[in-house]
C-alpha cells in the first residue's frame, strides 16, 4: 500500500505562487507515475498534472500549462508542485495521486492512491 501526504496548500492572492508537496510512504514510488489532480466547489475532480516514474516526461492540463510545474524527488520519494501566477478559478482541494500498477505510461494514468487533499485558495 502508498500512503500520500499533501502538504503547502493556503491561502493567496492572485498573481502569487504556492508549492505543494506530497510525501509518500508505506513503499516507494520512485517506479510509479504520480499526477496531481483538483476538485472545486461543485465541481469534479480534474487533471491538474502528471510527471512519469523516471521523471522524464510531464504532462499538465491546458488550464495550467505554462503557470505550473510537477517534478520530484525519488530519493526523498516525494513529488511537488510548483504553481506560479495563481488565478482565483485555480481555488480548490489539490489531490497527490499515484499509480496503481508501476513502470505505467500515459497522460493521466491509472490510478490507485490518492493523498486527502490539501486546500488552495486563491482570493481576486
Known amino acids: 500500500q502508498v500512503q500520500l501526504v499533501e502538504s503547502g496548500g493556503g491561502l493567496v492572492q492572485a498573481g502569487g505562487s504556492l508549492r505543494l508537496s506530497c510525501a509518500a510512504s508505506?513503499?516507494?514510488?520512485?517506479?510509479?507515475?504520480m499526477g496531481w489532480f483538483r476538485q472545486a466547489p461543485g465541481k469534479e475532480r480534474e487533471f491538474v498534472a502528471r510527471i512519469s516514474w523516471r521523471g522524464g516526461s510531464t504532462y499538465y492540463a491546458e488550464s495550467v500549462k505554462g503557470r505550473f510545474t510537477i517534478s520530484r524527488d525519488n530519493a526523498k520519494n516525494t513529488v511537488y508542485l510548483q504553481m506560479n501566477s495563481l488565478k482565483p478559478e485555480d481555488t480548490a482541494v489539490y489531490y497527490c495521486?499515484?499509480?496503481?500498477?508501476?513502470?505505467?505510461?500515459?497522460?493521466?494514468?491509472?490510478?490507485?492512491?490518492w493523498g486527502q487533499g490539501t486546500q488552495v485558495t486563491v482570493s481576486s
Open positions: 495521486a499515484a499509480d496503481r500498477h508501476p513502470y505505467s505510461g500515459g497522460t493521466v494514468g491509472d490510478i490507485g492512491y
Open positions: 508505506g513503499r516507494t514510488v520512485s517506479s510509479y507515475g
